[in-house]
């Protein structure tokens, strides 16, 4: 049950990203938090009517990911642009979100290269994470890295958020109807936001990690020992990395460089999975490591990308 409420879930993001990507801000955030809420109301009831056993979350989990999953397709449905309703269609939709992909060739598909790079995500750490399990101490560094990655989605959640809110507004400011010299503009705001986000976040996560001692100690995680310092030193610096991949990411998708974006994904799977690869040796530290160098150079790549199109749209 706890498998098939995380497939599930996967669909209610799906949902709530469409909707965004429909210019319904508003419906994806109440849609999220309806489906959260059906989710912790589900479970409360299991464990009243049952017991506190994980079974009986479990099947809570699920039955509250099957409501919400309907939930957040029935919202969905009507809000599609396209699925034969002209009147409402005419009404409601913005005429940028109702374009056609029919004559699209694959290669230059959206959702063919959004689907690879999102599905790639869960493989990529999955494969960098086996990595390291293969030396004498594998088995410690498998659970300390676990151990730091519910820490490391926590850090980065507030800056997915403000990234999938803040798509919206992108989108309609960086249309084309705006004109070449605002669009320029505002991605040349976008691009020194998240320098200055790249920079104090990563100040912060210094500052944060200097002495990671004192987090070590408050996880009190059998797997992570003093001398793991560098693993939560790294494991900080890339999260504190999300708010500016935050901004970049919605500048590209808001621009239409939909696909361009999901290469820039797979180009970091590919360089966090080969630096990993190299560093195995050093376990979760490399691992960690790797992922910071993978991120960084994400971010440099996405600037390039989009201060490029900013000069062939002047041109």
Known sequence: PAALSAVLWAQVVLCVAALNGCHRAVAASAVLAA?????????AIAVTLGDARASSLSWG?????VGACGVAAAVLWRALPWRGDS???ATSAPPAVAVSIDRVPLWRNHILWTSIAAASVMP????ASSLISHGADGVRQLAQYFALEQIHQLLIYLPAIVGQALLPMLSRSLSIGDGTAARARLID?????AVLAALGGVLIGAALAFEPGWFIGLLKNPALLAQDAWAVRWMVLNASLGASLAVLGGALIGSGL???AGVLNLIWGGVFLGLTAAWAAHGNTGLQAARVVA?????VMA???LRRSTRSAAA
Request: aromatic share 6%.
């Open 35 to 43: 489906c959260g809420l059906l989710q912790g109301g589900s479970m």
């Open 61 to 65: 989990l699920l039955c509250g990911s």
């Open 87 to 89: 009147s409402a269609s």
């Open 124 to 127: 990529v750490s999955f494969f």
């Open 189 to 193: 705001r976008l691009s020194i936001t």
């Open 258 to 260: 939909i696909v361009t």
């Open 295 to 299: 991120s960084l150079l994400l971010l």
């Open 303 to 305: 600037m390039a990308v």
